[in-house]
Nanobody, 121 residues
């Protein structure tokens, strides 16, 4: 089992930057992929970015981004794979949402509690 805890959300003006962190604990070695999702009011939860952590050397570390954040958001992790970051630059009001950390495991997924990001115009 893996527990996830997000931090780093807050209020920022349009054009500003924030960095979110996700601390993972538990069976970290079982994680296949870690990612960030977001959910705005009245909208479904959507994938923002993900980074692969697998036994396949060629695939490990590969990243995936939603089209709406490409070139502005960047996902990374520390060497121990127990912390994943989401650097968010050039923020827009439409980026306002609750951001959730996600870990894909062999038998399911884990979610953090979420952190609010609000971008004012």
């Amino acid at each position: 089992q893996v527990s996830l805890a997000e931090s780093g959300g807050g209020l920022v003006q349009a054009g500003g930057s924030l960095r979110l962190s996700c601390a993972a604990s538990g069976s970290i070695s079982s994680i296949n992929t870690m990612g960030w999702y977001r959910q705005a009011p009245g909208k479904p939860r959507e994938l923002v970015a993900s980074i692969a952590r697998s036994g396949n050397v060629a695939r490990s570390g590969s990243t995936n981004y939603a089209d709406s954040v490409k070139g502005r958001f960047f996902i990374s992790r520390n060497n121990a794979w127990n912390t994943v970051y989401l650097q968010m630059n050039s923020l827009k009001p439409e980026d306002t949402a609750v951001y959730y950390c996600n870990a894909v495991l062999p038998l399911g997924t884990s979610w953090g509690q979420g952190t609010q990001v609000t971008v004012s115009s």
